[in-house]
Nanobody, 124 residues
Framework: QVQQVESGGGLVQAGESLRLSCAVS????????MGWFRQAPGKKREFVAA????????QYTDSVKGRFTISRDNAKSTVYLQMNSPNAEDTAVYFC?????????????????WGQGTQVTVSS
């Protein structure tokens, strides 16, 4: 059974760092590209970051470049999102997603499996 479980969300002050994790089980993690998306209340789900299977191809949405870092540990079947200098506009439910191909894409429709999400709330 394929499972993806996000963790690490919570309530933080603006500028306080936090790290999200997504643990994957039930398949060969290293064969999949991974992405992080977020959805704020009343807004569409949006792309945040993605990483290919080897970690040498990474993309970010412009609003998080220089602040967020995506990484993965294939030995632990886990993908991470390090969030530095978060602000109130980063408040959302964050989802990890996996794609049955190695290359990175930004469209949510390109991903096959999704976690349940973890809430991140940044107070200003």
């Amino acid at each position: 059974q394929v499972q993806q479980v996000e963790s690490g969300g919570g309530l933080v002050q603006a500028g306080e760092s936090l790290r999200l994790s997504c643990a994957v089980s039930g398949r060969t993690f290293s064969l999949y590209a991974m992405g992080w998306f977020r959805q704020a209340p009343g807004k569409k789900r949006e792309f945040v970051a993605a990483i290919n299977w080897s970690g040498d191809s990474i993309q970010y949405t412009d609003s998080v470049k220089g602040r967020f870092t995506i990484s993965r540990d294939n030995a632990k079947s886990t993908v991470y999102l390090q969030m530095n200098s978060p602000n109130a506009e980063d408040t959302a439910v964050y989802f990890c997603a996996s794609r049955r191909f190695s290359e990175v894409v930004r469209s949510a429709s390109g991903y096959d499996y999704w976690g349940q999400g973890t809430q991140v709330t940044v107070s200003s």
